[in-house]
């Protein structure tokens, strides 16, 4: 069974670049998760969606955050434009419904990015 | 809202000793889960295990078991036998237990965890 599928592992970019993070959730599951990571921040919840609907995003930190699920196999985190803060490993989880509640998320590798 | 407060930075034990792993939290909800995760170098996130709230019975996964005390908001993890394997980032973790799906996990900062050989 192929697992969270994240792309691209790393990025490197230069402020005020525009950086597309994909996602392939695990087949047949639900709810998809993006999470941030720094080590001053250590793992932020940005947006999560269920049945491609996204539906809490008060965690996305401004405007030049964004975030699709146009497909139930497929889901882009957009940062446009970039800024160095925005260096950090982004995750993304997917789970089912019957586990998320017990909290069962499947989390990807993270994708890299750095912003210079 | 939730806070999930990992007070040891960084852990080093010996092989095949037992470690233990704190974590406390602070909520007002009553209904509600928490979890342990693992973060190797590979940094692909792993649960490791995970309590429910309403349950006084503490969980145990193999080497894996938790001492939670709900009245204190405590969630500590032990690790028995603990093994080179085991070298990771442990993050606790918490989510709420109402509404009909999920809220996301809020994770403390870690717990850089080193066995050595």
């Known amino acids: 069974d192929a697992g969270v599928i994240q792309s691209p592992r790393h990025e490197v970019t230069e402020m005020g670049q525009e950086v597309t993070l994909r996602c392939k959730p695990i087949?047949?599951?639900?709810?998809l998760f993006w999470y941030r990571q720094t080590m001053m921040r250590g793992l932020e919840l940005l947006i999560y969606?269920?049945?491609?609907?996204?539906?809490?995003d008060s965690g996305m930190p401004e405007d030049r955050f964004s975030a699709k699920m146009p497909n139930a196999s497929f889901s882009t985190l957009k940062i446009q434009p970039s800024e160095p803060r925005d260096s950090a490993v982004y995750f993304c989880?997917?789970?089912?419904?019957?586990?998320?509640?017990?909290?069962?998320?499947?989390f990807g590798e993270g994708s890299r990015l750095t912003v210079l | 809202a939730q806070t999930v407060t990992q007070s040891q930075p960084e852990m080093s034990v010996q092989e095949a000793e037992t470690v233990t792993l704190s974590c406390t939290y602070d909520?007002?909800?009553?209904?509600?889960?928490l979890f342990w995760y693992k973060q190797p170098p590979s940094r692909q996130m792993i649960l490791v295990i995970r309590?429910?709230?309403?349950?006084?019975q503490n969980a145990t996964e193999n080497r894996f078991s938790v001492n939670f005390q709900k009245a204190a908001k405590s969630f500590s993890l032990k690790i028995s036998d603990s093994q080179l394997g085991d070298t990771a980032m442990y993050f606790c973790?918490?989510?709420?237990?109402?509404?009909?799906?999920?809220?996301?996990?809020?994770f403390g900062k870690g717990t850089h965890l080193i066995i050595q050989p």
């Open positions: 989880a997917s789970s089912l419904a019957r586990k998320v509640i017990g909290g069962e998320l499947f």
């Open positions: 087949s047949g599951h639900d709810y």
């Open positions: 969606f269920n049945n491609n609907v996204p539906i809490d």
């Open positions: 909520t007002s909800e009553s209904n509600y889960y």
């Open positions: 309590q429910e709230a309403y349950k006084q």
């Open positions: 973790a918490f989510m709420k237990g109402s509404g009909g799906g999920a809220d996301g996990l809020t």
